[in-house]
């Protein structure tokens, strides 16, 4: 019987690689051992920006409501409390959303707030 020279295992292996690595530069597309460590660090990139992209996000919606609440003469937090007092149960996102493309309703969004939440 003749020996196994690992063949058509080693280039399967090596052809796996080589489609993960497609468009890397410096190398990392055509040689196999750059190739393996540039998939191995995106790949850990990968994992820590999903997790990442959902604090950016919050932190572009609490930007945006930030601007929106001060040009309506409120402060963010202050807009925060009330909407909680008043039991509002619109999101971030959501009011984030309302007040980048329609300011109008964001300002009648603030406004029933003010009215509805309990002074200090």
Not at 37 to 42: G, K, N, S
Not at 58 to 83: H, V
Request: aromatic share 10%; with cysteine.
């Amino acid at each position: 019987m003749p020996r196994a020279k690992r063949g058509f295992k080693r280039r399967r292996r090596i052809n796996k690689l080589l489609k993960k690595s497609k468009g890397f530069v410096m190398g990392g597309h055509s040689q196999v051992r750059r190739g393996a460590e540039q998939i191995d660090r995106a790949f850990i990139y990968a994992y820590r920006d999903r997790r990442v992209k959902k604090r950016d996000f919050r932190a572009l919606w609490i930007s945006r409501l930030s601007a929106a609440t001060n040009d309506n003469d409120i402060s963010y937090s202050r807009f925060i409390g009330c909407l909680k007092k008043a039991a509002v149960k619109l999101d971030r996102k959501v009011l984030a959303d309302i007040a980048h493309f329609d300011p109008t309703a964001f300002a009648a969004i603030v406004d029933q707030v003010r009215s509805l939440a309990p002074a200090n």
